[in-house]
């Protein structure tokens, strides 16, 4: 069981050292540098929260909900409007395909399974760049 958490811990690591890791790091600086990427992301997430708190509810203020509905699609058209964010979301969709690529790995090798789906492998090691040659 030792080597698993061994490899494991190996795989962490050399995730933490991918482009794709540095570049969501590097992203995520950059916004939050970014003053108005910064906030209207933050004024995104508060209102999300609330909109989440009010969903939980049993009896919910419609009306409120959809000012909230409102608000968070007016921050959400001004976020993609914003460079700095639109490159932290470039970065993180790189960094999730990467993580899925791992994933179809790993469950290629212990079920011996491929994932068709979006991303996952699909057995021609031509068309791919994910697992190094590992199916």
């Given at each position: 069981m030792n080597e698993v958490f061994l490899k494991t811990r190996e795989?962490?690591?050399a995730i933490l050292k991918s482009e794709e890791f540095k570049n969501?790091?590097?992203?995520?600086?950059r916004a939050m540098k970014n003053a108005e990427a910064a906030e209207t992301m933050g004024k995104y997430l508060e209102t999300k929260g609330e909109m989440?708190?009010?969903?939980?509810?049993?009896?919910?203020?419609?009306?409120?909900?959809?000012?909230?509905?409102?608000?968070?699609?007016?921050?959400?058209?001004?976020m993609n409007m914003i460079d700095d964010i639109k490159a932290l979301n470039d970065a993180r969709e790189g960094f999730a395909n990467l993580i899925n690529?791992?994933?179809?790995?790993?469950?290629?090798?212990?079920?011996?399974?491929?994932?068709?789906?979006?991303?996952?492998?699909s057995g021609s090691c031509e068309t791919c760049g994910g697992c190094g040659g590992v199916n």
């Open positions: 795989l962490g690591d969501v790091k590097d992203a995520e600086e989440d708190k009010m969903m939980a509810m049993g009896e919910k203020d419609w009306a409120r909900v959809k000012q909230l509905s409102d608000e968070m699609s007016a921050l959400q058209e001004r690529q791992v994933n179809s790995v790993l469950r290629f090798i212990v079920t011996g399974e491929m994932d068709e789906g979006e991303g996952g492998c």
